[in-house]
């Protein structure tokens, strides 16, 4: 069992920045795959980035590649999403997740996931 606790949601201008981080308590971080996804009212989930077991290979989905960064500290037990250049339609509640998946895999789909946190606010004005 794992217990995961999103911060650092808020409210930011677009074209700003914010960082979420994500803490884990339980088995060792390092044994899970993390990801980050996000859900805005009305709408599905959907997946936002995911990264290795050691960090070392991260994925993105197209609509935040090259603004959003998803990084870890195995030795905090934190995974980490930094966003920037956020637009309005980034606004979501954002929520990370860890997988028991085999390392490897790109963990795109929430069905892969195991475990998550309650989500955090984001919200972007115009």
């Known amino acids: 069992q794992v217990q995961l606790v999103e911060s650092g949601g808020g409210l930011v201008q677009a074209g700003g920045s914010l960082r979420l981080a994500c803490a884990a308590s339980?088995?060792?971080?390092?044994?899970?795959?993390m990801g980050w996804f996000r859900q805005a009212p009305g709408k599905e989930r959907e997946f936002v980035a995911a990264?290795?077991?050691?960090?070392?290979?991260?994925y993105y989905a197209d609509s935040v590649k090259g603004r959003f960064t998803i990084s870890r500290d195995n030795a905090k037990n934190t995974v980490y999403l930094q966003m920037n250049s956020l637009k309005p339609e980034d606004t979501a509640v954002y929520y990370c997740?860890?997988?028991?998946?085999?390392?490897?895999?790109?963990?795109?789909?929430?069905?892969?996931?195991?475990?998550w946190g309650q989500g955090t606010q984001v919200t972007v004005s115009s």
């Open positions: 339980g088995r060792t971080f390092s044994s899970y795959g």
């Open positions: 997740a860890a997988t028991l998946g085999p390392d490897g895999s790109a963990w795109l789909t929430l069905d892969e996931y195991d475990y």
């Open positions: 990264a290795s077991l050691s960090g070392a290979n991260t």
